[in-house]
C-alpha cells in the first residue's frame, strides 16, 4: 500500500493502481459503453455501473 499510480491515462494525466482500472478510465474520454442493459438497452462504461444499474430492475437496493 504504497499509494503508488504507475498506470497513467495519455489523455488526462490522471495515475491508477492498475491497468484494468485504467482501461475502464479510458471509457470516460471514449464514450465507449460496451456493457448493456438486455432489460431496457441502457448503456454503461463499467460492469460494476450494469450491476449497480440491474437493481431497479429486480427492485433490489444497494444498501
Given at each position: 500500500?504504497?499509494?503508488?499510480?504507475?498506470?497513467?491515462?495519455?489523455?488526462?494525466?490522471?495515475?491508477?493502481?492498475?491497468?484494468?482500472?485504467?482501461?475502464?478510465?479510458?471509457?470516460?474520454?471514449?464514450?465507449?459503453?460496451a456493457?448493456?442493459?438486455?432489460?431496457?438497452?441502457?448503456?454503461?462504461?463499467?460492469?460494476?455501473?450494469?450491476?449497480?444499474?440491474?437493481?431497479?430492475?429486480?427492485?433490489?437496493?444497494?444498501?
Amino acid at each position: 500500500h504504497t499509494g503508488e499510480k504507475p498506470f497513467k491515462c495519455s489523455q488526462c494525466g490522471r495515475g491508477f493502481v492498475s491497468a484494468g482500472v485504467l482501461k475502464a478510465h479510458i471509457r470516460t474520454h471514449t464514450g465507449l459503453k460496451a456493457f448493456k442493459c438486455v432489460v431496457c438497452n441502457g448503456a454503461f462504461t463499467t460492469g460494476g455501473s450494469l450491476r449497480r444499474h440491474m437493481g431497479i430492475h429486480n427492485d433490489l437496493r444497494p444498501y
